[in-house]
């Protein structure tokens, strides 16, 4: 039997963090870790466990250290560990800033509930995932 991918969830908005967390633990080859409401605080559980999950998802807006610092910074100390930011910042300088950081996704939070399971899927596969809500000109 094949280990289960391991996915952390960063985002501020506690209902929305532990839906998402609901909705992840309902595939089987899942399993979420941990969870924090910012960007420190992701960093913070990150250096105290002891096995670094596969995937990071994490909001771009985020109080104290946001989505984009945070990534550069996870693609840092853990070279290995995939991101998804998500967000509902569908403009060009946030796609491009979340890339240039380092995230292997960036997903709209409008189309997270039909789309997330394609993006952690197509990451998982060594893919970038654009949303595809977002214009091609990114």
Request: proline residues 4%.
């Amino acid at each position: 039997m094949e280990c289960p991918y391991r996915v952390v969830v960063a985002d501020d908005h506690a209902m929305f963090r532990h839906g998402l967390k609901r909705i992840l633990v309902e595939k089987n080859d899942l399993e979420v870790v941990g969870e924090a409401g910012d960007g420190l605080e992701l960093l913070t559980f990150l250096s105290l466990i002891n096995t670094a999950p596969h995937l990071a998802i994490v909001d771009i807006s985020m109080p104290i250290l946001g989505g984009i610092e945070v990534t550069s910074r996870i693609k840092s100390a853990y070279p290995g560990m995939k991101v998804l930011i998500l967000s509902v910042h569908g403009e060009k300088e946030y796609v491009r800033g979340a890339l240039s950081a380092g995230a292997d996704g960036y997903m709209l939070k409008k189309d997270a509930d039909s789309e997330l399971f394609s993006a952690i899927e197509k990451i998982r596969q060594g893919g970038v995932y654009i949303s595809p809500l977002l214009p091609e000109c990114v």
